[in-house]
């Protein structure tokens, strides 16, 4: 499995269907094309990012699971429904962004958190 992170720089995708590219506060972006497809249903709405992050909070998440953060052994939120409160939380402790890596899945997601980090490739 492909386990992330030595590089600052990310090439990764974000998929979207007619409702536009921010269904979310934060936007999550994945590390594979196909995935990013199917979050398009496949009418080729994609987004191609270059995403600098410096010091992202790593999780081994659970494929489609809830994915608890827990920060000094206490849940302070899940990735899946991520909340301003959670990210103050990870700004304060240092953190720019999430990366989930998926148990027996190479790809990975990642969330950064703010715009700046985030350049569009052609």
Known sequence: MKRIFKEKTITAYHGTTDKGF?????????????YA??????QGRIRTVEI???NPFII?????????IIVNNRII??????????????????YDGIIVNYN???????IPFNDSQVVEQD
């Open 60 to 68: 081994e998440g659970k494929y489609m699971g809830p994915g608890a």
């Open 37 to 42: 497809q199917e979050y398009s249903d496949d």
């Open 77 to 94: 939120g899940f990735y899946r429904q991520l909340e301003s409160e959670t990210v103050d939380i990870l700004i304060r402790e240092g």
């Open 52 to 54: 600098t992050i410096n």
């Open 104 to 110: 027996g899945i190479e790809a990975f997601e990642i």
């Open 22 to 34: 921010r269904t979310y506060t934060y936007t999550y972006y994945t590390s594979d094309l196909a």
